[in-house]
């Protein structure tokens, strides 16, 4: 080695490790200033011991494939930064021209991908570590295919690789220590923000920005703190692996980012981060506040359904303790009455006793129809089989023999029935089945005749009512009905808990 080779050999290592120490000491966010410093250290350490020469290559990968954070979680970076480090240790096999290429050419790729597939501000911070790979990755691969052809390029190749190692360090430093990066990241932030006003948009937006796959964002409704579709959450608190950054508004808090505690060390972008979030929350916070109210209004209707079939329960209730019993009551006295009474008095009075009989049973029908005493006491299964007993046609029923919550017992008992009742005035069917499935936390009721078909739902009250009382217990009924076919009726209802 002459004497500028040995000179410009050790600048490039003071280089490396200044780079390194002014990088560590003012962005400690970051792992690239250790590795830096690495990358230095190991480089003028294969000054004196020949085992080192090239374990530079090792952090210097490492520091190309994981910048800015200097961490990964990818599986194929991971791999390739352990390849260089190997690489590095073993000199003899580091010199092979192959293997040269081989790694340069994977480092290369890899960086380019990792770039590529990078979304919105975080692929502007990318292009400096691939610029690197380039620079540092060309002269390496040019020395070892002039090795391969027997082409002395070992001087050049050397001097080249030195100045890109020092240029790329150099950049990486300045991009991590004057923030431009960070700046470049918040400004593209706000760029991507314009006409990004959605609630989800923002939280992926900044996810990228700060590059926390798993960051969320809560929202100041009155008292409590929602998330992007208007569900009560709970912040964190210390000690869970979780920070939580509030995001004030003239004072008070407006919005809170739950993240990594690493994602918004650097105060200048946890201010152009805020800075963000401000600028779009109206929308946003206005959209998750009614996405608060939707819910609100769909526990309302859920409510208030229940307080309708309670109604209901109490009304059958009434009638079968009230009017019923004293119909019954009135009606054998009437026929002890009869019974001591001789000629047309005991007939009319006979006659008089079974018109009392019939009114109690339509009576009788009717709290029924209210809300059916089976349905309480025994449960969807037998409240259809007692409904299918009743029609004038034929009902197949298969019905878990489980119970399910009492307003998806009461939507799926009365759909049946109102659809039974169709059945028997417009579809003129030979027959009838009635199937209920529990799959999927959901309750699916499937009606089915081959009658002829052609049902208008928007055209009767019952079934358009069943679409109010299926949709507040947050699912859906449809309808289909070629002419000539039949009908399905299908209710699908979820069944967990939905909250208010």
Known sequence: ??????????????????????????????????????????????????????????????????YPTGRTKSRLVGLIVIAAYADG????????????????????????????????VRRRTLL?????????????????????????????????????????????????????AIRAAATGLVVDLAAWQEPRALRDALSLTVGDPRLAIAYRVDEGWVDEAGQPVLLPVAGEGRTVTVVEDGGAPVAALVHDPAALRDGMLAQSVGAAVRLVLANVRLQAEDAASAREVAASRRRLVEAGDEQRRRLRDQLRVGAERRLAEVSSELAAVAAVRDGSVREGITELAGSLDAACADLTRFAQGVHPRTLTEHGLAAALGELAGQAGFPVRVAAPPGRFPVPHEAAAYFICS????????????????????????????????????????????????????????GGRLSVASPAAAGTLLVAEMPLAPEPT
Request: charge should be neutral.
């Open 418 to 473: 109102e659809a039974l009742a169709n059945v028997g005035k417009y579809a003129d069917a030979s027959g009838v089945s009635i199937e209920v499935v529990h799959a999927d936390q959901h309750l699916v009721v499937r009606v089915r005749d081959d009658g002829r078909g052609g049902a208008e739902p928007a055209r009767g009250s019952g079934l358009r009512g069943l679409m109010d009382r299926v949709e507040a217990l």
């Open 1 to 66: 080695m002459t004497l500028a080779e040995g000179v410009g050999d050790v600048a490039t290592g003071v280089a490396l490790v200044t780079a390194g120490v002014l990088t560590w000491t003012r962005a400690r966010h970051s792992r690239t200033g250790p590795l830096l410093v690495l990358t230095g250290v190991t480089w003028l350490a294969g000054d004196v011991v020949g085992l080192l020469a090239l374990a530079h290559r090792g952090p210097l990968v490492h520091v190309l494939l994981t």
């Open 128 to 180: 400096v570590p691939v610029v690197g790979a380039i620079l540092v990755g060309v002269p390496l691969a040019l020395a070892a295919a002039g090795r391969l052809v027997g082409t002395d390029t070992g001087a050049l190749a050397t001097w080249t690789y030195e100045a890109a190692l020092v240029v790329t360090t150099a950049a990486l430093a300045a991009d991590l220590v004057s923030g431009r």
């Open 89 to 120: 240790l073993a000199p003899a096999v580091a010199r092979e021209p192959w293997t040269t290429i081989a790694l340069m050419a994977a480092v290369a790729g890899v960086a380019t991908a990792r770039r590529r597939s990078a979304q919105g």
